[in-house]
C-alpha cells in the first residue's frame, strides 16, 4: 500500500486546513493511520491517530479541541482537520500507517509500518 497526503498550504493564525491522505494499492485493512508532524530543527511529533474498523481517534493533547482526526473507509482515506491554526502548528505533516495486529502505541512512530511523503503545513502570524 502506499500513502499519498495533500491539503497542505499556507495559512494565517485562527485559519484551517483539512489534510487528507490516501492509501492506495488495495483496499486498506490495516490496524490504523495516523499523523505526525516535523518543524524545521524539532523532532517528529505525534498528531493523531485513528483505529481504522471503529473510527476511535486519539488526538495528542497539545492540539485537541483544535484538530480532529477522522476516516472514510470507502475512500480508503484518513482526514486531519485543522482549525484555528497557529504558528507553532508549522510544520512537515505526515501520515503514517500500521498494520500491527496488537501492541499498536499510537505515538509510537516506530510502530507505523507505511509513511507518506508529507505535506507542508505554514501558518503565518
Known amino acids: 500500500v502506499q500513502l499519498q497526503a495533500s491539503g497542505g498550504g499556507m495559512v494565517q493564525a485562527g485559519g484551517s486546513l483539512r489534510l487528507s491522505c490516501a492509501a492506495s494499492g488495495r483496499t486498506f485493512n490495516g490496524r490504523g493511520m495516523g499523523w505526525f508532524r516535523q518543524a524545521p530543527g524539532k523532532e517528529r511529533e505525534y498528531v493523531a491517530a485513528?483505529?481504522?474498523?471503529?473510527?476511535?481517534?486519539n488526538v495528542q493533547s497539545s492540539v485537541k479541541g483544535r484538530f480532529t482526526i477522522s476516516r472514510d473507509i470507502a475512500k480508503n482515506t484518513v482526514y486531519l482537520q485543522m482549525n484555528d491554526l497557529k504558528p507553532d502548528d508549522t510544520a512537515i505533516y505526515y501520515c503514517a500507517a500500521t498494520f500491527r495486529p496488537l501492541n499498536w502505541v499510537v505515538y509510537n512512530a516506530a510502530d507505523y509500518d507505511v509513511w507518506g511523503q508529507g505535506t507542508q503545513v505554514t501558518v503565518s502570524s
Open positions: 485513528i483505529n481504522w474498523s471503529a473510527g476511535v481517534p
